[in-house]
Every structure is written in C-alpha cells, then in structure tokens.
C-alpha cells in the first residue's frame, strides 16, 4: 500500500509554501527573544516607552517588507514556472512578460527563445514534412507513369493489335500533368493532312472529328515541326495563332510532341487541360517525349508487320493463302473477268459458334477444327479457284468462271461435308458453317464491293439460324 506523506511534512509543500514556513522559524526566535528582554528587564523598570514602541514596530515593518519582497520574487518565479508547464504540454504559442532584467527576467527571456527556436523548428518540420508528401506523390506518379510505359513495351513486345497499342498508349499519357484529355494526331502522307486517330478523356469524341490540313495556319507553327509545343502561362502564342488553336481543340493549355520516324514527322502525341494559369513542368516535357518514342516504335513495327503480311502470302496455321493474297487475287480476277465479259463470284465462310467451341475445348482443338476445315473447302473447289483463311474463323474463295448459281453450289457442298464432319457425335461438339455469296458485276466491280455484299450476306445467314448459304 502507497504511503500518502503526512500534512505536517514539508516534502508536500511548494516552494512558496516552505518559504513561509522557513520565514516563521526564522523570525520566531528574535521574537520570543524580544519579548523576554521587554518582560523581564524593560517594562518592570522603565515602563512603557515609545522608542521601545516604534523600534518594535520597525522591525515588524522590515520584516514584513522582506517578506513581501521575497514574495514578489517567488510569484515571478511561480508564474515562470507556470509558464514553462503550459509550454511543456505543447503550447508553444505562449509568451512570457518580461518586466525586470534581474536572473528571473532573463530566465524568462531564455523560456522565449526556446519556444521561438521550438516554434521555427516546428515550422521547418511542418515544410519538410509538404516537400516529403510532395516528393512522394511525384514519386508515385512517375512510378505509375513507368509502370504504363512498361505494360505498352509489353504489349509491343507481345505484338498486340496496333490500334489497342495506340489506344492503350494515349490513355496511359493522359495521367500526364493531370490531363483532361489526351490526342494522337496521325499524318495523311497523301493529303499531308494531320487527322485525330485516338483520344481519351472529357470532349474525346469531339477531337475525334479534328483535322489539320497544310492550309491551316497551325499546320506549319505548331504540328508540322521537329520541335515540342507547349501552350500554357509560361508559354502563350501570338493572339491569332492562340485564337484559332483554342477554337479547334477548345482547350486552353496543351502539349504536344512529335513522333519522328525516319527522318519526319509521322504523328503528333497530346495532351492539355482547361485549367487557369496552369504551366507544364521539365518532367512533363521528358516523360511525354519518352511515350513518342514508343508510339514511333510501335508505328515502325506496324509498318514492318504489313511489309511483312505483303511478302507473305500463306496463312501459317491452315497453309491456305491470307488475306492479303485474296484480296489482291480477287482484284485481279475481276478485271480480267470485266475485260472478257465473264463471272466472277466471290464467297466468305464463317464457323458457327467457333469462340464457345474454343473456350469448350481449348485452343489446341480448335486450331486442329480450322485445318480440318480448311481441308474440306480445298476438296469441294477447283484447281483455278483460290481459298484463303481472311479470319481467325473466316474463310474466302475466289470463283472465277462461276456465277452465284454456281458458287451456291460449291457453297452447300462444302456446308454439307463440314455439317457431316463435325456433326456426326455429340451436339456440343457440332461445328458448322455459314455462308454468303456475291458476284461480279451484279454486287460490284471493285474487291471492296463484292466482300461486303458477301459480309452482308453472311450476316443475314446468321441472323437466319446459321448452317445455311444466303446468296442476294
């Protein structure tokens, strides 16, 4: 059990307290002395005198000025002390009233100047504490910024399709300086015009519909050069150039970065924002300038990829010819077909439900379903017909010679032999196949012509139940 001190102690006492007990000893003495001179050998033989009287009382005087004195003193120091709790408890905003320049006076002066240095240091902590949160947004801003550029080298690097890579990448660079919105402008070698292929964020469709031709005045000052543009505070345009800039795009700060290919400018990459007295930062102009480069290298592999698709002319899976192949096949069998006055038709085959079979039965049945089926269309067709896989599931022929009558027979033969085929076990694993037929010069003379009648005709068997041949 705590022993509680006794009232009597003077360990419970403040200072003030002790110097009042200490006062009273002291005093009691001289004046009990007093008292027994006054007693004893004054008062009996002299009586009473007024000196006596008025010594007496002097010396009470005295003594009660020393006390007040160090009354006064003590009260300095007990509301210093006071002071310095408050203060310790986290009140640094308090200051002391220094009246005299004696050592309690410079104590409190010295109480001041540790709040004043605790407050400075406090305000210093409070500044490095915003750069340190400022420091770490940035930093995770471009953590976030190098993580996108990362997930488009990879779907670069995967040779993912280019219009997701560009639509990905200017998605990505709106996160950007807190764009609105984001553009990519590609240049029309032929027309020499800049039009908006992709954009991303508030008034995005809009862009869309955005073209710059050289007639423009912007065309030559802004896009057309090897130079970034920034268009913001720190940065504004002449009044004129401004004006027909902001009434295009219809936003008030922008930047722009060229993506140079081969010597030129092949596509301008933006962003911008409506904000007022927004300016665009070092790291803003560097980090845009690092998605350019990998649009340009992404432009450059599509590039090559078509090259490429020119050069080849087989599909890889089914060893039937690819789309490229039917299409420039196709033009040539309808001029000579124009020049000799004959037929000429054209037919696209579809696989029924080809995705659920894929998902059913996995990928390595699946692509073993599409050489089996390509080698049922080469069985039912002639040695002058040409058939190409223009699909994942997709197939075409070439007829020449044939009109849709014709055609609409090769079409059902071949519909049979795949329903014979795929269709003799369970349902689930029936596979099937659709097609439309179109002809020239009765659905058109051009290859654009006749493969979306064909496209058309092919959609409506669908429509229709599918497993059938639809023929205008």
Same mark, same amino acid.
């Given at each position: 059990?705590?022993?509680?001190?006794?009232?009597?102690?003077?360990?419970?006492r403040?200072?003030?307290?002790?110097?009042?007990?200490a006062?009273?000893?002291m005093?009691?003495?001289?004046?009990? @002395?007093?008292v027994? %001179?006054? $007693?004893?050998?004054?008062?009996?033989? *002299?009586?009473?005198?007024? /000196? =006596?009287?008025?010594? #007496?009382?002097v010396?009470?005087l005295?003594?009660?000025?020393?006390?007040?004195?160090?009354?006064? @003193?003590f009260?300095? %120091?007990? $509301?210093?002390?006071?002071?310095?709790k *408050?203060?310790?408890?986290? /009140? =640094?905003?308090?200051? #002391?009233?220094?009246?005299?320049?004696?050592?309690?006076?410079?104590?409190?002066?010295?109480?001041?100047?540790?709040?004043?240095?605790?407050?400075?240091?406090?305000?210093?902590?409070?500044?490095?504490?915003?750069?340190?949160?400022?420091?770490?947004?940035?930093?995770?801003?471009?953590?976030?910024?190098?993580?996108?550029?990362?997930?488009?080298?990879?779907?670069?690097?995967?040779?993912?399709?280019?219009?997701?890579?560009?639509?990905?990448?200017?998605?990505?660079?709106?996160?950007?300086?807190?764009s609105e919105?984001?553009?990519?402008?590609?240049?029309?070698?032929?027309?020499?015009a800049?039009?908006?292929?992709?954009?991303d964020?508030?008034?995005?469709?809009?862009?869309?519909?955005?073209?710059?031709?050289?007639?423009?005045?912007?065309?030559?000052?802004?896009?057309?050069?090897?130079?970034?543009?920034?268009?913001d505070?720190?940065?504004?345009?002449?009044?004129?150039?401004?004006?027909?800039f902001?009434?295009?795009?219809?936003v008030?700060?922008?930047?722009?970065?060229?993506?140079?290919?081969?010597?030129?400018?092949?596509?301008?990459?933006?962003?911008?924002?409506?904000?007022?007295?927004?300016?665009y930062?070092?790291?803003?102009?560097?980090?845009?300038d690092?998605?350019?480069?990998?649009?340009?290298?992404?432009?450059?592999?599509?590039?090559l990829?078509?090259?490429?698709?020119?050069?080849?002319?087989?599909?890889?899976?089914?060893?039937?010819?690819?789309?490229?192949?039917?299409e420039?096949?196709l033009?040539?069998?309808?001029?000579?077909?124009?020049?000799?006055?004959?037929?000429?038709?054209?037919?696209?085959?579809?696989?029924?439900n080809f995705r659920?079979?894929?998902?059913?039965?996995?990928?390595?049945r699946?692509e073993?379903?599409?050489?089996?089926t390509?080698?049922?269309?080469?069985?039912?067709?002639?040695?002058v017909?040409?058939?190409g896989?223009?699909?994942d599931d997709?197939f075409?022929?070439?007829?020449?010679?044939?009109?849709?009558?014709?055609?609409?027979?090769?079409?059902?033969e071949?519909?049979?032999?795949?329903?014979?085929?795929?269709?003799?076990g369970?349902?689930?694993?029936?596979l099937?196949l659709?097609?439309?037929?179109?002809?020239?010069?009765?659905?058109?003379?051009?290859?654009?012509?006749?493969?979306?009648?064909?496209?058309?005709?092919?959609?409506?068997a669908?429509?229709?139940?599918?497993?059938?041949?639809?023929?205008?």
């Amino acid at each position: 059990m705590e022993n509680k001190p006794s009232r009597f102690s003077l360990s419970s006492r403040t200072v003030k307290q002790k110097l009042m007990v200490a006062f009273q000893l002291m005093a009691i003495l001289p004046f009990l @002395v007093s008292v027994y %001179l006054l $007693s004893i050998y004054i008062f009996p033989r *002299f009586g009473v005198r007024p /000196d =006596i009287i008025f010594y #007496l009382a002097v010396s009470a005087l005295l003594a009660i000025v020393g006390l007040l004195v160090i009354k006064e @003193v003590f009260d300095r %120091l007990t $509301s210093v002390t006071a002071e310095a709790k *408050f203060i310790a408890a986290g /009140d =640094i905003n308090r200051k #002391l009233e220094v009246q005299y320049s004696d050592e309690v006076g410079e104590l409190g002066n010295i109480l001041n100047q540790l709040t004043c240095r605790i407050r400075s240091d406090m305000d210093e902590l409070k500044d490095y504490s915003a750069k340190t949160t400022e420091i770490n947004i940035e930093i995770q801003k471009k953590i976030i910024v190098l993580s996108n550029l990362m997930q488009i080298s990879a779907l670069i690097s995967e040779g993912s399709k280019f219009d997701e890579v560009l639509k990905i990448a200017v998605e990505k660079s709106r996160a950007l300086a807190n764009s609105e919105v984001a553009f990519l402008l590609f240049k029309n070698e032929e027309k020499g015009a800049f039009r908006v292929k992709v954009s991303d964020g508030l008034r995005s469709g809009y862009l869309a519909s955005i073209e710059i031709g050289a007639k423009d005045n912007i065309y030559h000052k802004i896009f057309n050069i090897n130079r970034v543009f920034i268009l913001d505070k720190q940065n504004p345009l002449d009044e004129r150039l401004a004006a027909e800039f902001i009434s295009r795009f219809q936003v008030k700060n922008c930047l722009a970065m060229p993506v140079f290919l081969r010597g030129g400018v092949k596509a301008v990459l933006g962003i911008a924002n409506n904000r007022d007295g927004f300016s665009y930062k070092k790291d803003d102009v560097e980090l845009l300038d690092i998605f350019s480069r990998q649009l340009a290298v992404a432009i450059e592999n599509d590039i090559l990829e078509h090259r490429i698709e020119k050069l080849e002319i087989k599909d890889a899976l089914t060893g039937l010819y690819n789309r490229f192949f039917i299409e420039s096949r196709l033009q040539e069998e309808i001029q000579r077909a124009i020049v000799y006055q004959r037929p000429c038709s054209f037919v696209v085959l579809d696989i029924d439900n080809f995705r659920n079979y894929r998902e059913k039965f996995g990928l390595i049945r699946a692509e073993a379903s599409l050489k089996k089926t390509a080698r049922l269309i080469q069985d039912c067709i002639s040695q002058v017909d040409r058939v190409g896989r223009t699909d994942d599931d997709e197939f075409s022929i070439i007829l020449p010679e044939k009109n849709k009558r014709q055609s609409r027979e090769v079409a059902e033969e071949i519909r049979r032999k795949m329903e014979e085929a795929f269709c003799s076990g369970p349902q689930d694993e029936c596979l099937t196949l659709s097609s439309g037929v179109s002809e020239n010069p009765l659905d058109g003379v051009e290859v654009g012509q006749l493969m979306l009648k064909a496209k058309e005709l092919l959609k409506k068997a669908k429509d229709e139940g599918r497993n059938r041949v639809v023929v205008f």
